[in-house]
């Protein structure tokens, strides 16, 4: 397989990686199957503590990371009702708890819908936005006050996947530039509570699904592979 004239790798990103951190283990893999200078990045970021589809695009295929990163995504996204955190997710303490017993699967249902579209969405402050030539995490980090530009995105559907209150799993059909976490708190303020994500998972990058996926430790043992033959 010669790498250099394209191929994209489909796959599974694992919990607490970076897409950052699969590009360079993935770029090491290759090195040392002669690769010395090739190109190697992904097609849309996924948080740490999210999984699943990461299109990494390896040698010529790099030149389609554009194209990839404007498809369609699809999320299951697990949203905790009734608190916030700074971050929207997992990766900070709770900050502060809301009422949430006044909610009920029609406010939910009521408030996805009321959410569903093309509109503006403040992305978290703990991002990777460049603010000025510098990320807001990294601003957010050192203390500083940050504010995020809004961006379009479109929420072309959700819908329900199971609701035990005060938790919601919920699929989303969006676009490109959407935050999920951004999502889960716009929920929470829609039904007068708070909300943040405990869990998120791509399931599809456009035509790209979990079926076509492979794990991370499944993909560089085929490249040991290919080094040992």
């Known amino acids: 397989m010669n790498f250099e004239e394209g191929y994209i790798a489909v796959l599974d990103k694992p919990l607490r990686w970076t897409s950052t951190d699969v590009v ?39 030149k389609m990371v554009d194209a990839l990163q404007a498809e369609e995504k699809e999320y299951i996204a697990d949203v905790m009702l009734g608190a916030t955190t700074p971050s929207y997710d997992l990766e900070h303490e709770i900050d502060r708890t809301y009422p949430w017993e006044h ?31 510098t990320r807001a995490y990294e601003l957010a980090r050192a203390g500083e006050e940050v504010a995020v530009r809004q961006a379009l995105i479109h929420i072309y559907e959700m819908e329900i996947l199971e609701c035990n209150l005060p938790k919601v799993v919920i699929r989303v059909r969006c676009s490109k530039g959407t935050y999920i976490r951004s999502l889960a708190h716009e ?17 599809r990058s456009g035509g790209f699904t979990l079926e076509n996926a492979h794990s991370l430790d499944d993909f560089l043992e085929n490249l040991q592979n290919l080094e040992t033959k």
């Not at 929920?187 to 399931?203: D, Y």
């Open 187 to 203: 929920i929470g303020i829609a039904l007068h509570s708070g909300a943040h994500l405990t869990a998120l998972r791509r399931t």
């Open 103 to 133: 909610i009920t699967r029609d406010a939910v249902e009521k408030a996805l819908a009321e959410l569903t579209g093309e509109r503006l969405q403040t992305p978290p402050v703990y991002s990777a936005k460049k603010i000025e030539g």
């Open 24 to 62: 360079r283990k993935i770029k090491f893999s290759l090195r040392k199957l002669g690769y010395r200078r090739i190109k190697v990045g992904h097609a849309g970021t996924l948080d740490p503590l999210a999984t699943g589809i990461l299109l990494v695009c390896i040698g010529r295929a790099t």
